[in-house]
Nanobody, 123 residues
């Protein structure tokens, strides 16, 4: 089970840190991802991290502004979001997948999902 939190309302240029807590003993064996979906838009990959934390990938739209990390001892994955823009407004979801390319949206279609957390960036 995954639970994301940390969203909120922030002004353009502000920062937020999202957390996703996982239950269960197998968290450290799963590749994790953050995805987002805005109203009327398709789900979009944001960032992915390998089970070991050794490999990370980002969508071009967030490179240099967002940082994904994980702490396997705490069963938690994070998304540090800086320099937020209005176009970052969306529901943000964490997801886990056992195999496959964790840098692609559709890899997570068959994975485990948590409840989303809303991020709203005002202009």
């Amino acid at each position: 089970q995954l639970q994301a939190f940390g969203g909120g309302l922030v002004q353009t240029g502000g920062s937020l840190r999202l957390s996703c807590a996982a239950s269960g003993r197998l968290f450290s064996s799963y590749n994790m991802g953050w995805l987002r979906q805005a109203p009327g838009k398709e789900r979009e990959f944001v960032a992915g991290i390998k089970w070991s934390g050794a490999n990370i990938c980002y969508a071009d739209s967030v490179k240099g502004r967002f940082t994904i990390s994980r702490d396997n001892a705490k069963n938690t994955v994070y998304l540090q979001m800086n320099s937020l823009k209005p176009e970052d407004t969306a529901g943000y979801y964490c997801a886990a997948v056992g195999s496959g390319n964790y840098c692609r949206t559709h890899t997570f279609d068959t994975g485990y999902w948590g409840q989303g957390t809303q991020v709203t960036v005002s202009s």
